[in-house]
């Protein structure tokens, strides 16, 4: 069955200008995560969204990131006013119901690449 | 603060060889315990859970072990394959029976032939 998709696979961009991450979770999935991983490092949490509830952006950087979920579906990340520190894969997965008891299912992320 | 410590090194090990991986935590008292796999290029494909009240869990080659008191658990690979090569990644959540997991920075694991 399909899985987690992410598009674009890779996004190469200048400084300064603003790029969107799509993610299409698999159907039925109800929470909904997105990671940061630089090069050697772990994941890191950025937001997570969970049916209607408000989502936790907890863990996201700066101001000039931000995300939604349209219809309970498909996300969009945001990074306005890129900076090079932002270069990184960007993951996106998804889980039946939001609790920690359930698998994540991750999409192959976004390579971006901040010139 | 909380922290997930996972061995920075790449593990090297032989084909048929048992592999074991180690994540140990602080600061933690984690419900769930997550292992993930991670190829080059690729998102992490879930592998294993194991509760706080499992002491093991098995599946096929795989084990998890999951020491509450050690801070620790294991993950052993047995009659390891070069096709196991990969990154392995442990995952705690955050708090006990939040949503949001806490992942280490995981460990290279090499299967020579």
């Known amino acids: 069955g399909a899985g987690v998709s992410q598009s674009p696979s890779n996004k190469v961009t200048e400084k300064g200008k603003d790029v969107e991450l799509r993610c299409d979770p698999i159907?039925?999935?109800?929470?909904l995560y997105w990671y940061r991983q630089s090069l050697g490092q772990g994941l890191e949490f950025l937001i997570y969204f969970q049916g209607n509830s408000a989502p936790d952006k907890s863990g996201l950087p700066s101001d000039r990131f931000s995300a939604e979920r349209t219809g309970g579906s498909v996300s969009t990340l945001t990074i306005q006013r890129t900076q090079q520190e932002d270069s990184a894969v960007y993951l996106c997965?998804?889980?039946?119901?939001?609790?920690?008891?359930?698998?994540?299912?991750f999409g192959d992320g976004t390579r971006l690449s901040i010139l | 603060s909380q922290k997930i410590e996972q061995n920075s090194e790449a593990l090297n090990i032989q084909e048929g060889k048992t592999a074991t991986l180690t994540c140990n935590y602080t600061n933690y008292s984690p419900a769930y315990l997550q292992w993930y796999r991670q190829d080059p290029g690729r998102g992490p494909v879930f592998l294993l859970l194991i509760r706080e009240n499992e002491k093991e869990k098995r599946k096929e080659r795989l084990k998890v072990t999951f020491d509450t008191t050690l801070k620790q658990s294991l993950f052993h690979i047995t009659a390891s394959q070069p096709a196991d090569s990969a990154t392995y990644l442990c995952?705690?959540?955050?708090?006990?029976?939040?949503?949001?997991?806490?992942f280490g920075t995981g460990t290279r694991l090499q299967v020579f032939p």
């Open positions: 997965a998804s889980s039946w119901g939001g609790t920690v008891n359930q698998p994540q299912h």
């Open positions: 159907s039925g999935h109800t929470a």
């Open positions: 995952a705690l959540d955050e708090l006990a029976n939040t949503d949001k997991l806490i």
